[in-house]
């Protein structure tokens, strides 16, 4: 049998009726920037997370870094980020001029450690980046009472964790800003590239969705230097048609998770945890195994496809040499240590049960 990591083709082929009405409404329209699919989406997505507002972009890291300059981060400046994360998270922070400080994760979640951003606080910190990785929300209470305590911005990074939940509020509505991805294979993911911010603060809203319209409120007048990254009405299109499945593809992945965490008992392979007062939405299944490497080719040779998140730190990219960051022992743990399962909507029970015989079948080198 052969498990791919990942594939859309299931999930699209359900909706595909709904996705060609969405396409052709737009088309049939005529209005391809900033119409009323952006704008229907904006509403029904901020109504999803229980935010005040919701301002559609292109991309997630756009949201990140938009949040950042609407917030005034900028040179001279500091931000903590999990050491853990893509880098997209550190990308925002170099894009908007500021320096990347990172923190060991929890060795448990491999989220944000709340009890090392003291450590990493110094008179240039002026924002937190939480990562709520994998799907499940961070330890946010912790870290925004520090962020109070110390007068910084939380700009929340919660590309990978839509539908997510932290003592019944979601992910995103607990710091300053909350930043989302659309890319394709995220848990809500356009048919391209997508991203959005959700806020409760008007003016911090209108502020953002400036800078996304090349700095301008009012059509040719334009008080800052803004970039171009707006969705587009056909993306906003076919999320809305998405955002209608979220729950239900939410309760999906849950149960294959569910059905991993109750199979798979094999000493060699350590399975994710999931921490108190949260959900878990699972974008991704982070297993962890010492022998990884070893594990992956195992997989690969009994057809089950498997990714590492992420296999190379932000510390230990070429683009981040120069800035030195620390090497931490739990951020190296993760890079040598984590495997990511297969995990789709519409996956079979015969192929859940598959990744689940052959991890209980597979031994040390
Ligand atoms: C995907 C992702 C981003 C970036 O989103 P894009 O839409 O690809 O720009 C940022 N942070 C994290 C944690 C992500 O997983």
């Given at each position: 049998m052969n498990v791919p990591f990942a594939t859309m083709d299931r999930m699209h082929a359900a909706v595909?009726?709904?996705?060609?009405?969405?396409?052709?409404q737009s088309y049939d329209h005529g209005w391809f920037i900033r119409g009323n699919q952006c704008e229907a989406f904006e509403r029904e997505f901020a109504a999803y997370c229980g935010a005040g507002y919701c301002v559609a972009l292109a991309t997630g890291l756009d949201a990140l870094y938009l949040s950042l300059r609407a917030l005034g981060v900028g040179e001279g400046d500091e931000v903590i980020i999990p050491g853990n994360t893509f880098v997209a998270t550190a990308l925002a922070v170099s894009y908007a001029g500021a320096r990347v400080v990172t923190v060991d994760p929890d060795p448990l979640t491999f989220?944000?450690?709340?009890?090392?951003?003291e450590?990493?606080?110094t008179a240039r910190t002026k924002a937190i980046i939480p990562v709520h990785l994998y799907g499940q929300a961070a330890q946010i209470d912790a870290i925004c009472a520090f962020a109070k305590k110390h007068g910084l911005y939380v700009v929340e990074d919660a590309a990978q964790a839509h539908g997510a939940y932290f003592k019944g509020q979601h992910v995103g509505t607990f710091g300053d800003v909350g930043c989302f991805s659309f890319y394709p294979g995220k848990n809500?993911?356009?048919?391209g590239d997508g991203g959005a911010i959700i806020t409760n603060d008007e003016k911090l809203a209108q502020k953002i969705q400036a800078l996304g319209n090349y700095g301008s409120q009012q059509k040719y007048y334009h008080v800052e230097k803004g970039t171009n990254s707006r969705l587009d009405e056909i993306q906003a299109a076919f999320l809305r048609?998405?955002?209608a499945h979220l729950d239900e593809y939410g309760a999906e992945r849950n149960a294959i998770a569910a059905r991993y965490l109750e199979g798979i008992h094999n000493p060699l392979i350590t399975l994710p945890t999931i921490a108190p007062d949260r959900n878990h939405v699972w974008h991704i299944?982070?297993?962890?195994?010492?022998?990884?490497?070893?594990?992956?080719?195992?997989?690969?040779?009994c057809g089950i496809g498997t990714l590492i998140h992420y296999p190379i730190p932000v510390a230990d990219q070429p683009c981040y040499a120069s800035e030195q960051l620390p090497r931490t022992p739990v951020t190296a743990l993760c890079a040598q240590q984590e495997i990511s399962l297969p995990m789709f909507i519409g996956m079979t029970d015969a192929e859940i049960d598959y990744v689940i015989e052959k991890l209980n079948a597979y031994t040390a080198p």
């Open positions: 595909r009726q709904q996705m060609m009405d969405a396409f052709a989220n944000m450690n709340p009890a090392l951003l450590a990493a606080l809500l993911g356009a048919l048609v998405k955002l299944f982070a297993a962890r195994c010492q022998t990884r490497d070893h594990l992956r080719d195992y997989l690969t040779n």
